[in-house]
């Protein structure tokens, strides 16, 4: 069995983040939004990977190549982005002998029991209650939890179970015979984009099984805000997992748990947490920092931040605000 993992947006509500670093990329929690995924998967067993690159595509692939030397996956990419649906679509010839595939979108991370999704003996999909289901594909269930319909950004929601963009399929040949359909009806939504929705529909009206599993957390992470808080959750259950290990140490400096500080980072005369992730070979001199993830090789100097996200390479002095800067960015406000 593979794991499909669609990885090509643009992520446009990152911005000025996302213009030079992918999405998936995105520190969190010590990791990126793509590790945290792929780890969850291999702990689980999965053993094949399918990514699905397009936007800043040769960045994910070097990504994968140093962190992932050893596993076994094949590149798909996607040039023109055209939805999720045309994303799988993209990927039947690299799954075209698996009786059985899972999707996982590149922009979620859930919390379930991943083993216990793979061993059911029917498909799967993920949900979650939410309060406005207007924004996400809906699926409508039985009392016994049966798929009897799903939506894409239904108008009218007739339920409020959002699908969480986990897809287990057994009947692969059926899932890309639906997309096949779709693709070739010219039935694309509003943005020109095709809706793996669509094909889960059309499956599920020819009678093929669906089961819903709620996810115990969904975390969302294409806003900031969304972003910084899945950053927060995150390191919360690191700390709790890990125990009581000494906490990182800097003479000059105090450091409120949790957080991650990545390898060859300078810390001085500054206060760093709670929730704060910094990458490798960053340098914060007379700062307080809160609520904030900042990337590598990035340099503050005598800043107050809370709730910002800083990119790689960027420079701040002299500010206190709320930030959402990319990459290579310098700021001097002092």
Same mark, same amino acid.
């Given at each position: 069995m593979?794991?499909?993992?669609?990885?090509?947006?643009?992520?446009?509500?990152l911005?000025?983040?996302?213009?030079t670093?992918?999405?998936?990329?995105?520190?969190?929690?010590?990791?990126?939004?793509?590790?945290v995924?792929?780890?969850?998967?291999?702990?689980?067993?999965?053993?094949?990977?399918?990514?699905?690159?397009?936007?800043?595509?040769?960045?994910?692939?070097?990504?994968?190549a140093?962190?992932?030397?050893?596993?076994?996956?094949?590149?798909?990419?996607?040039?023109?982005?055209?939805?999720?649906?045309?994303?799988?679509?993209?990927?039947?010839?690299?799954?075209?002998?698996?009786?059985?595939?899972?999707?996982?979108?590149?922009?979620?991370?859930?919390?379930?029991?991943?083993?216990e999704?793979?061993?059911?003996?029917?498909?799967?999909?993920?949900?979650r209650?939410?309060?406005?289901?207007?924004s996400?594909?809906?699926?409508?269930?039985?009392?016994?939890?049966?798929?009897?319909?799903?939506?894409?950004k239904?108008?009218?929601p007739k339920?409020?179970?959002?699908?969480?963009?986990?897809?287990?399929?057994?009947?692969?040949?059926?899932?890309?015979?639906?997309?096949?359909?779709?693709?070739?009806?010219?039935?694309?939504?509003?943005?020109?984009?095709?809706?793996?929705?669509?094909?889960?529909?059309?499956?599920?009206?020819?009678?093929?099984?669906f089961?819903?599993f709620?996810v115990?957390?969904?975390?969302?992470?294409?806003?900031?805000?969304?972003?910084?808080?899945?950053n927060?959750?995150?390191?919360?259950?690191?700390?709790?997992?890990?125990?009581?290990?000494a906490?990182?140490?800097?003479?000059?400096? @105090?450091? /409120?748990?949790?957080?991650?500080?990545? %390898?060859?980072?300078? =810390?001085?005369? !500054?206060i &760093? #947490?709670?929730? @704060?992730? /910094?990458?490798?070979?960053?340098?914060i %001199?007379?700062?307080? =920092?809160?609520? !904030?993830? &900042? #990337?590598?090789?990035?340099?503050?100097?005598e800043?107050?931040?809370?709730?910002?996200?800083?990119?790689?390479?960027?420079?701040?002095?002299?500010?206190?605000?709320?930030?959402?800067?990319?990459?290579?960015t310098?700021?001097?406000?002092g």
């Amino acid at each position: 069995m593979k794991a499909i993992i669609p990885v090509a947006g643009a992520g446009t509500k990152l911005r000025p983040l996302t213009y030079t670093q992918p999405k998936a990329l995105i520190p969190i929690a010590g990791k990126t939004i793509l590790s945290v995924i792929v780890d969850q998967l291999i702990d689980a067993g999965v053993t094949d990977f399918v990514f699905v690159i397009g936007y800043l595509g040769e960045k994910i692939q070097r990504y994968i190549a140093k962190t992932y030397p050893d596993l076994s996956y094949t590149l798909v990419t996607q040039n023109d982005r055209r939805g999720t649906g045309h994303a799988i679509w993209l990927t039947r010839e690299a799954v075209k002998n698996e009786d059985e595939v899972l999707i996982v979108l590149g922009d979620t991370i859930c919390d379930y029991n991943v083993r216990e999704v793979l061993n059911s003996s029917v498909s799967q999909i993920g949900v979650r209650k939410v309060d406005d289901p207007r924004s996400f594909g809906v699926a409508e269930l039985s009392s016994t939890d049966r798929v009897l319909k799903v939506v894409e950004k239904p108008i009218i929601p007739k339920s409020n179970m959002a699908m969480v963009g986990v897809y287990y399929i057994k009947e692969t040949i059926e899932l890309f015979n639906a997309l096949e359909k779709h693709m070739s009806s010219s039935s694309a939504g509003e943005e020109g984009e095709y809706h793996l929705t669509n094909a889960l529909e059309h499956m599920i009206e020819n009678g093929i099984n669906f089961q819903a599993f709620r996810v115990n957390n969904w975390f969302d992470c294409g806003k900031k805000e969304s972003l910084l808080s899945t950053n927060a959750i995150l390191l919360k259950q690191m700390a709790e997992e890990a125990g009581l290990q000494a906490p990182h140490t800097y003479e000059t400096s @105090v450091i /409120i748990p949790p957080v991650s500080i990545a %390898e060859g980072c300078k =810390i001085s005369h !500054s206060i &760093i #947490g709670p929730n @704060v992730t /910094i990458g490798e070979h960053t340098s914060i %001199e007379s700062s307080i =920092i809160k609520d !904030s993830i &900042i #990337g590598s090789y990035a340099e503050l100097m005598e800043v107050v931040l809370h709730s910002s996200i800083i990119g790689n390479d960027a420079f701040v002095r002299g500010l206190s605000q709320s930030l959402n800067i990319g990459d290579n960015t310098e700021i001097d406000l002092g």
